[in-house]
Each structure stands twice: as C-alpha cells, then as structure tokens.
C-alpha cells in the first residue's frame, strides 16, 4: 500500500525567513504524481505546487519550490520569504493510477506557523 | 473563479440519527470524491465518481455511509445511523477529466460533523 509520511506535525517560521516541509512516501510505482495542498483554518484546501515523478526538475511556483528525490523517495517543500499568510496545515498528498481511478493518498500534516 | 459548494457547513447531530451532506462540485467536472478528515489527519478517500458512476468505494462503510450522483452533477453522502466516531470534516472535490493523473482535484469548504 501507498503511504506518505510527513515527520513534522508542527513547524514555526519568522516571518521573510525560510523553511521547509518534510515527506517521504513509499511506492513501487513508476508513474504517479506528487502534490503538497495548503489547509488555512476554517478554509478550503488550496494546491500549492506539483511534481510529476517522470521530470526530473524540481517544480517551482514563485515562493513555493520542492526538492524531489526520487530514488529516495522523498518530496520537501521549501518556503521562502515566509509571509504571515502562509500559516496553514500542509499536506503532502500522492496520486496515481489504480484501476479505472485515481488514488490521492494524503500525509497526516504539517502546522505552520509564521511569527512577525 | 468557480468553486466546489458545500452544505451544511456545521452539523451537530445526535448518534443514531441520520444525516446528510450535500456537494454541487464545479460545472463540467467528471469526477467527484468524498473525503472524510478526522481532526489531525490528513483527507482519506470515502467514494469516487464518475459521472454517474462509483469508481471507488472501497473504503466507504457500507453499513451505515451511502452515496449517490443520480444526474452526474452533484452528490450527496448519507450516513445512518451516526455514530459517535463519524465526528469528522468531510470534504468533496472535483476535478475535470476522467481517470487521469493531469487533472487537478479542487476542494469544497467541507462539512464539520459532530455526533453528540
């Protein structure tokens, strides 16, 4: 079965500094993609960035990038110039083909929080 | 911007009781999900649709959880008797295509259950 472990429940920044999010997941899968979601309290969950496990460059989106590394199966998220807007849970999340659907598999969070 | 509609937003309800949740997912989305999320933990899987069609329901609770997409539009997801452990976030997503990793799952606000 597939599974995705995020180490830290909780994580804390100061605000325009960096910091990044942990995951490791566990597959024997080759084709499948990787996503970390964004869960502000009492908000819908946002996508914050994607990575397909086929592409070798790491995915960026503005202050958002990811260091994937596949052959050790793992997927971090780098936050830079961290705002208080980021405060969130964080989901590291796993997608891929099974059957006639697609299985979305989900890590148990981490909370973030941003100081000012 | 379009968006995944939810409702109720809030259910207080007494165990044995059945309640119901209701999704309307964005216009011209396939695929439809139920997620339950226990405080905590990250989203998992209840059911999958397409149009029409469950795909996955293999980790729904037959027992006591249904689920229906009667025109392929939007859901709604009844559980009865509750029960004290269904206390709960349930999300609904959509996304676009059909059984495939391009799409993007977008999710609704979620209904907070508490079974008292």
């Known amino acids: 079965a597939q599974t995705v472990t995020q180490s830290q429940p909780e994580m804390s920044v100061q605000e325009a500094e960096t910091v990044t999010l942990s995951c490791t997941y566990d597959?024997?899968?080759?084709?499948?993609?990787l996503f970390w979601y964004k869960q502000p309290p009492s908000r819908q969950m946002i996508l914050v960035i994607r990575?397909?496990?086929?592409?070798?460059q790491n995915a960026t989106e503005n202050r958002f990038s990811v260091n994937f590394q596949k052959a050790a199966k793992s997927f971090s998220l780098k936050i830079s110039d961290s705002q208080l807007g980021d405060a969130a849970m964080y989901f590291c999340?796993?997608?891929?083909?099974?059957?006639?659907?697609?299985?979305?598999?989900f890590g148990k969070g981490t909370k973030l929080t941003v100081n000012p | 911007e379009a968006e995944v509609a939810q409702s109720p937003r809030y259910k207080i309800t007494e165990k044995s009781q059945a309640v119901a949740f209701w999704c309307d997912p964005i216009?011209?989305?396939?695929?439809l999900y139920w997620y339950r999320q226990i405080l905590g933990q990250g989203p998992e899987l209840l059911v999958q649709?397409?149009?029409?069609?469950?795909?996955?329901d293999s980790q729904l609770p037959k027992d006591r959880f249904s689920a229906e997409r009667l025109k392929g539009v939007d859901s709604t997801l009844k559980i009865q008797p509750a029960e004290l452990g269904d206390s709960a976030m349930y999300l609904c997503?959509?996304?676009?295509?059909?059984?495939?990793?391009?799409?993007?799952?977008?999710f609704g606000p979620g209904t907070r259950l508490t079974v008292t």
């Open positions: 997503a959509s996304s676009l295509g059909r059984s495939s990793l391009r799409y993007e799952q977008y």
């Open positions: 597959t024997s899968e080759s084709d499948y993609y």
């Open positions: 990575q397909e496990a086929y592409k070798q």
């Open positions: 999340a796993y997608r891929r083909l099974q059957g006639g659907s697609e299985k979305l598999v």
């Open positions: 216009s011209g989305h396939a695929t």
């Open positions: 649709f397409q149009d029409e069609s469950v795909v996955d």
